[in-house]
């Protein structure tokens, strides 16, 4: 199967992605994708053309399609957001208070947490480089994101959620677990 054209990061960044599952997904689709940067959502922005029709120099993909947004998913992206402008509101007084001439225009995180980006206009003075370092360090350890990471790609633990790992003190069905809303193997009730 080809590459399905996706559009992801908050500057709208276009790549070719392939599903890890074998999975055709339609235009507009919700995704969690695996770019340089981390995990990031990502939309579909066109399906994979069928190979007979793709050009012998197809350009390698950006990465891979992991799955299709689930409710957890969208529940963890809203918590990110808060914590996103947290960190817009954190870096703007900083800059303020120390009397940078910087221009923050927004800040990014990634689907797994990992990844904390300040986006500024022009160039960025070394005061406003250290104060985003040590913004960065303090969401990291307040959320706990690596944490969120972590259950993204490997789940709660071995077996998470099934019924094996259930009855062995595992994860039991993901409430007990800091990253319930990130482990897409939840219990539904």
């Known amino acids: 199967m080809g590459s399905h054209l996706v559009r992801y990061s908050l500057l709208g960044e276009v790549g070719r992605f ?15 994708i695996r770019s340089s940067r981390g995990l990031e959502v990502g939309e579909v922005l066109a399906e994979p053309m069928s190979s007979s029709s793709e050009s012998s120099t197809t350009k390698q993909n950006d990465g891979q399609i992991l799955r299709k947004m689930t409710v957890e998913d969208e529940l963890l ?20 208070e120390h009397n940078v001439p910087a221009t923050l225009m927004d800040v990014e995180h990634l689907f797994d947490g990992a990844g904390l980006f300040f986006y500024f206009l022009g160039e960025v003075p070394t005061e406003a480089e250290q104060f985003t370092q040590q913004l960065a360090e303090l969401y990291e350890t307040t959320v706990e994101f690596r944490k969120f990471a972590q259950a993204l790609t490997e789940g709660c633990g071995p077996g998470c959620g099934t019924e094996e790992a259930m009855g062995q003190g595992g ?10 809303a990130a482990c897409g193997t939840a219990k539904k009730e």
Request: hydrophobic content about 40%; some cysteine.
């Open 18 to 32: 392939v599903a890890a599952d074998v999975v055709r997904y339609p235009r507009n689709s919700r995704v969690i």
């Open 77 to 96: 992206v809203a918590r990110l957001e808060k914590h996103r402008h947290s960190a817009f509101e954190a870096c703007s007084v900083l800059l303020q």
């Open 171 to 180: 994860c039991d069905d993901c409430t007990s677990c800091a990253v319930a």
